[in-house]
């Protein structure tokens, strides 16, 4: 059973930051990739920024410059740190990784979901 435990959530004044991190647990060989999604009532859900276990990172074009992605591998976690926070940041962020195993093919999870609300 794999586990993403999200946490950072919360309300901060435009132009403020917040850091989300996801830590992954459970039983897997190794992690292809991880990111942010987020969503709004009424819209789809979207990427926000994408890590891989290489290190090569993806993000939203209304995000570059202000976000930034990272991991640390040796935790099995990943952090969005979020700056210069605008009131259309806000929406429900879920964090999702691509797991791998030795004897299934690769998986998709999804954490539970952190609302993030900027206030302007």
């Known amino acids: 059973q794999v586990q993403l435990v999200e946490s950072g959530g919360g309300l901060v004044q435009a132009g403020g930051s917040l850091r989300l991190s996801c830590a992954a647990s459970?039983?897997?060989?190794?992690?292809?990739?991880m990111g942010w999604y987020r969503q709004t009532p009424g819209k789809q859900r979207e990427l926000v920024a994408s890590i891989t276990s290489g290190g090569a990172t993806n993000y939203a074009d209304s995000v570059k410059g202000r976000f930034t992605l990272f991991r640390d591998n040796a935790k099995n976690t990943v952090y969005l740190q979020m700056n210069s926070l605008e009131a259309e940041d806000t929406a429900v962020y879920y964090c999702?990784?691509?797991?791998?195993?030795?004897?299934?093919?690769?998986?998709?999870?999804w954490g539970q979901g952190t609302q993030v609300t900027v206030a302007s």
């Open positions: 459970g039983r897997f060989f190794g992690i292809n990739a």
């Open positions: 999702n990784a691509e797991m791998s195993f030795i004897t299934t093919r690769p998986y998709n999870y």
